[in-house]
Structure formats: C-alpha cells, structure tokens
C-alpha cells in the first residue's frame, strides 16, 4: 500500500491507496489534521497508528510513502514519522526519484508549490487537451496546463475561509459565520449575516467567473476547468464554469509519482 501526504497551510491529508498490479490505484482511506508545524512524528504516529487499527491496517503492509508540502517546517516531521515508525525513506514530491518531470514554464519554475505541480501532473494525466485547475484551499489558485502537460502559470487568490476570516477580525461588529451558499438566490441581503454570505459567496462566484473567462481569451483555445478543494462542490451548485470536480486530484497526482519513480 501507498500512503500519500499533502501537507497543506490548512490541514495534513493522509491516504492510503491500495495499488494494483495493473497500475490501477484506489484510495482505501483518508484522513486529515490540522497543520501545525510544531507537531512532532511522535505524535503524528500516535495519531495515524490509531486509525491504521481501527482500519484493520498493519503498518507493514505500507511499502511507500510520498509527501508533498508547502509547509517546509512540516516536512522533517513527516519524514521522521516515515523513517522512524515505517522504516521508510519518504518520497519527497519535485526531488529525487519523485521529480515532477513537466516543463515548468513560469519565470521562477523553483517557487511553484507542489500541490500545484502535482495538481498539473494528475489533471494532465487524467483530462485531455488544455487545462485550468482552480484549487480552493487557503489560497485559491488558478493554474493554466497546456495540451502538452506543461505548466503555463496561473493566478492566486485569497481562499474564501480566508477572505471571510479578514472581513470578521477586521471589522468591530460583523458576526463570526460558518461558509456555506446562501439561502436565497436573491443578491440583496434582507439582514446582516445573509449580506456577509452574499458577499464572499456569490462575489467568489464573480471572481472564478471573471478570471477564467480572461484567462480562457488568453489562451486562445477551448480550455477545461477542473476544480479541487474542500469547497469545490459548494461552489459547482452555484456555477456552470466547472467541466469536472475532482476532489482526490492532489492525492492522485501523488500516487501518479509514487508509480513513476517505482517504474523500471
């Protein structure tokens, strides 16, 4: 079994694929916690070995691990979880045998995150033809994938949580409110805490509308929209912009890379 890392901003995802020998993966389980960079791999294993047993997983039937993170201080953490309760070397996503293998067309191809290269690695792989992935986690990126698998840039945007977070803990009397699609269709709120949903809600709607019908001019061809990310389906209710919602494209492109570097 494969267990994949994402190590977000936000939260540590962990899943566990269950490979076939046809190439074909399946995730067997997932689950996640909150980053905190402190965490130690004491405490991580303590975590993880809990719900390996409750899953009727031995931890020895894991033979590969692959993290990617854009939490540099998480990282050695992780890889002491790996090494010291797995007896693992981990596969670290963009080095060594993990190498993203894709042309990175951006001025500074070394500051691109790796789940936004992971991301391009398993949206390529899975959808033909020209590619915008939007990925709603603590920021919301917009990435730009050629037909050829390359990565052509794209946009970051604050993440919604994030955006509603600022417009509460900048503000003396605006309540603390849950994300989530409001009630009515109507974009004239009738009380505070609907107009506070409207405006993050449908505004984020206007915004992924805006930019992707800009950045769909720019590149000149038909172009997919894939999206990822806790809130993608929230927001699939509210727009037809999306062509796919596929939750798992992190951890699939992390099981892609796994594939490749075992691959003779």
């Known amino acids: 079994m494969l267990l994949a890392i994402d190590a977000g901003n936000t939260n540590v995802v962990f899943a566990l694929f269950d490979l076939k020998a046809d190439g074909d993966r399946k995730i067997k389980a997932r689950w996640r916690i909150a980053t905190d960079a402190r965490r130690t791999g004491d405490e991580y294993a303590v975590w993880l070995m809990q719900l390996l047993e409750i899953r009727g997983v031995k931890r020895e039937e894991i033979t590969q691990i692959i993290v990617a993170t854009v939490v540099p201080r998480a990282l050695h953490n992780i890889e002491i979880l790996a090494r010291n309760y797995f007896f693992l070397e981990p596969l670290i996503a963009g080095q060594g045998a993990a190498n993203y293998a894709i042309d990175i067309d951006v001025e500074q191809p070394s500051s691109l995150g790796a789940d936004r290269a992971v991301n391009a690695i398993a949206a390529h792989d899975k959808y033909p033809g020209d590619l915008i992935v939007v990925d709603f986690g603590t920021a919301t990126t917009f990435d730009v994938i050629d037909f050829n698998g390359a990565y052509k840039g794209g946009i970051i945007a604050p993440g919604v949580n994030l955006s509603l977070d600022a417009l509460v803990g900048n503000t003396a009397m605006?309540?603390?409110?849950?994300?989530?699609?409001?009630?009515?269709?109507?974009?004239?709120?009738?009380?505070?805490?609907?107009?506070m949903l409207i405006g993050v809600f449908w505004g984020y709607v206007s915004l992924m509308e805006g930019l992707i019908a800009r950045m769909r001019e720019q590149i000149g061809r038909p172009a997919k929209v894939i999206a990822t990310g806790g809130l993608a389906v929230l927001f699939d209710e509210a727009t037809d912009i999306f062509d796919a919602v596929d939750p798992d494209l992190t951890l699939d492109g992390l099981a892609l890379l796994a594939g490749r570097a075992n691959a003779p």
Request: aromatic fraction near 0%.
């Open 174 to 195: 605006l309540p603390r409110i849950a994300m989530r699609a409001p009630e009515s269709k109507s974009v004239i709120g009738r009380n505070t805490e609907d107009q």
